[in-house]
């Protein structure tokens, strides 16, 4: 059975920062993108960046490009998002998720990927 588990959300002032981490379980995904996303209230689920298999191809949504990095750890089939300069409007439940086929380039929309873990909660405060 494959799994995503997210940690290391939580309650962080505004300007801070935060690490997010997944792992996955039941398959290695060392030959796949995997990416960060995340959904606010009564908002769409949107991508937050993307990582190739190696960690050499990279992408960001605008949103937060210049302030958040993703990075991975293939021989502990893990993938990070470091998060700095927290604003408000990134509070959201962050969901990891990782393609299930190899591939070599990064995906920046929901539907190829094959396995999401169950979102780890990020909240802002002003």
């Known amino acids: 059975q494959v799994q995503l588990v997210e940690s290391g959300g939580g309650l962080v002032q505004a300007g801070g920062s935060l690490r997010v981490s997944c792992t996955a379980s039941?398959?290695?995904?060392?030959?796949?993108?995997m990416g960060w996303f995340r959904q606010a209230p009564g908002k769409e689920r949107e991508i937050v960046a993307s990582?190739?298999?190696?960690?050499?191809?990279?992408y960001y949504a605008d949103s937060v490009k210049g302030r958040f990095t993703i990075s991975r750890d293939n021989a502990k089939n893990t993938v990070f998002l470091q998060m700095h300069s927290l604003k408000p409007e990134d509070t959201a439940v962050y969901y990891c998720?990782?393609?299930?086929?190899?591939?070599?380039?990064?995906?920046?929309?929901?539907?190829?990927?094959?396995?999401w873990g169950q979102g780890t909660q990020v909240t802002v405060s002003s």
């Open positions: 998720a990782a393609v299930g086929a190899l591939q070599g380039g990064v995906v920046t929309t929901k539907e190829p990927y094959d396995y």
């Open positions: 039941g398959r290695t995904f060392s030959r796949s993108p």
């Open positions: 990582i190739n298999w190696s960690g050499g191809t990279t």
